[in-house]
């Protein structure tokens, strides 16, 4: 890990949202019509070119607090910030949040801990929690499996505890871990499909759930054609449409330009895309005219940096291990 992984990765996961943004909820039908190509402004929201959403602004918050070391009350407590003080906002406001993280999030505020927040139903696997994982991998990329399983489940699980939602973001972290270790993506992926799935197998989950897995780690998602991939809310098909959007372009406009362009919850898709992509394609490889037009640019890089700095001392002093 360098300090350019990790600006890669935030304004990776950043842009892809702002690119999202004004197509959130159009249909895909539309799309194929009159498809994106350039960063916009407006869309349902009705927000200026360059704007994220709450999936940039909850990963700015994890970030964030991750900048001050692990402590799961301190993320919650930014979450909270965010949500009942616009903390980490592009324009000083609040304008889009899912109902479970609005749910988890008031139970936070009513005092409920962080490890029992969040929402275990079966019908709450929406993406709240996989569209701002990704900082978390720099803490835990050099931790054995097991320990980045309990973190990546106790970030997760401060708003989204079912075990679906759990393993869609450990998949993610474990891809991202790899990418920053410099491994080819196809090759990458192999590599989880492999050891995620012998992983997962030692824990006590169901065959029935483990199914919902089977086209991420038993086929190949690249290889499915676009009307087979889907972009809604859902969690599993968030990571499948993200990971479908990477694996199938060949640099980062194109990736979030595939994500995008599925339709429905494009900001989410394009932000789980482009985090990725931003870490294996590098801020080099991102458009200048979607980074300048970027709302607070200088500030995400800013927190990168510090982020970075922090996570740096803590392991030279042995803190992190």
Known sequence: MNEKHVIAALLGVAVGDAVGVPIEFINRRFLKATPVTEMRFGGAHNQVIGTWSDDSSMTFCLAEAL????????????????????????????????????????????????????????????????????????????????????????????????????????????????????????????????????FIRTLEITDKELKFFDRVLLSDISQYQKDEIYSSGYVVHTLEAGLWSFLRAEDYKNAVLEAVNLGDDADTTAAVAGGIAGIYYGTENMPAEWLEKLVKRNEIIDLAKRLYAALTECTKNLLCL
């Open 67 to 198: 900048c001050k070391g692990y402590d799961l009350q301190e993320i919650a407590d930014n979450f909270i910030k965010w949500y009942d003080e616009n903390y980490w906002t592009p324009h000083g406001k609040v304008f889009d949040i899912g109902v479970t993280t609005r749910k988890t999030i008031e139970n936070l505020m009513d005092g409920v801990s962080p490890t029992q927040s969040g929402d275990g139903n079966d019908r709450s696997n929406g993406n709240g929690s996989l569209m701002r994982i990704l900082p978390i991998v720099f803490y835990v990329m050099n931790k054995p499996i097991e320990e980045r399983f309990r973190i990546v489940e106790e970030v997760s699980s401060i708003t989204h505890s079912h075990i679906r939602a759990v393993i869609c973001c450990f998949i993610y972290i474990e891809y991202a871990i790899l990418l920053i270790q410099g491994k080819e993506k196809f090759a990458a992926y192999n590599e989880i499909q492999k050891s995620v799935s012998e």
